[in-house]
C-alpha cells in the first residue's frame, strides 16, 4: 500500500477529543489535522516527535489533512489509522503473503453475520458445497498499536466490549463448522509478538483463550511502515501465557 500523494512531516502537540490533533507544520504553522484512531493510542503519543500526515487535497474537508505515521516511546514508527488495517490485510491475502488464507475464490468484506449484528471484516468462500454448507472463512481484523517492554504488542489498548462481542461471534460461527479466523494486523515496528491486554481489559483476555481452546485461530502479522507505504509481511506468534 503506497502513500499517495506523499506524506507530509510534521510535529506533533497534542491529541484530544480522540479525534483530533494539533501538529506544527514545516513552515510554522499550527494546525488542527484528523485523528483517524478511536482507541486511547496508548504509548503511541510523545509530544514534540516527527509525525506523518495525509494530504487530502479537499477544500471541502473540514480538517484538510489526516495523522497517518506516529513516532513512539520506544523510538519505532506505528501506522495509527485503524481504517488502513483491513485493506492492508485484503492486499495480502490478495498478493499470496497470507498463505495461511489461501485457496479461497472469493473475498468479501463488511458482510453481516452472527447473532449480535455484527458484520465480518473479511468472508473467504470456496464457493463449494460441503454437506449443505459452503466452505467459509470468517475474518475479523484488529489494528495493533500498543507496544509495552519487552517489543510486545497488546490488545486492546482500552476497554472495548466491540473486541468481545467479534470473539462471540467468531466462537459462534465455528461451532456452525465454519472457519473463524482473528487477524491480528500490527501497525508498529517496534512489536516481535501479540497477547491480550489483560490489565487494560481483562474480560477480553479470558474470551480469546476461550476462543483459543475452541479452535478459532489467531494469527499476527507485522507491517513493514515506510514514509512511502505500509506492507503486511511478517508473521509474528500470539503468546496467551
Known amino acids: 500500500m503506497q502513500f499517495s500523494p506523499p506524506l507530509v512531516s510534521a510535529t506533533l502537540l497534542r491529541r484530544y477529543k480522540r479525534f483530533l490533533a494539533d501538529v506544527v507544520m514545516p513552515d510554522g504553522r499550527e494546525i488542527t489535522v484528523h485523528c483517524p484512531n478511536t482507541g486511547s493510542m496508548k504509548n503511541c503519543i510523545v509530544a514534540g516527535s516527527e509525525c506523518y500526515l495525509y494530504d487530502s487535497n479537499n477544500p471541502k474537508r473540514k480538517y484538510r489533512y489526516g495523522w497517518e505515521l506516529a513516532t513512539t516511546p520506544c523510538g519505532g514508527v506505528a501506522g495509527i489509522n485503524t481504517g488502513r488495517a483491513n485493506a492492508l490485510v485484503v492486499e495480502a491475502i490478495e498478493s499470496g503473503r497470507l498463505e495461511e488464507l489461501q485457496g479461497y475464490k472469493t473475498l468479501q468484506r463488511e458482510q453481516k453475520y452472527g447473532d449480535e449484528g455484527s458484520r465480518i471484516d473479511i468472508l473467504l468462500s470456496t464457493g463449494e458445497d460441503k454437506c449443505f454448507v459452503e466452505d467459509k472463512c470468517f475474518v475479523e481484523v484488529k489494528s495493533v498499536t500498543l507496544a509495552v517492554e519487552g517489543r510486545r504488542g497488546c490488545f486492546p489498548d482500552s476497554v472495548s466490549v466491540r473486541a468481545s462481542k467479534h470473539l462471540r461471534e467468531l466462537m459462534s460461527v465455528k461451532s456452525q463448522g465454519h472457519r473463524a479466523v482473528?487477524?491480528?494486523?500490527?501497525?508498529?515496528?517496534?512489536?516481535?509478538?501479540?497477547?491480550?491486554?489483560?490489565?487494560?481489559?481483562?474480560?477480553?483476555?479470558?474470551?480469546?483463550?476461550?476462543?483459543?481452546?475452541?479452535?478459532?485461530?489467531?494469527f499476527a502479522y507485522r507491517a513493514a511502515i515506510t514514509v512511502e507505504g505500509i506492507i503486511l509481511q511478517q508473521r509474528l506468534p500470539v503468546v496467551l501465557d
Open 182 to 218: 482473528l487477524l491480528y494486523c500490527v501497525q508498529h515496528t517496534g512489536i516481535d509478538s501479540v497477547s491480550p491486554a489483560d490489565d487494560i481489559d481483562p474480560h477480553y483476555g479470558v474470551l480469546l483463550r476461550e476462543a483459543s481452546m475452541v479452535g478459532v485461530e489467531l
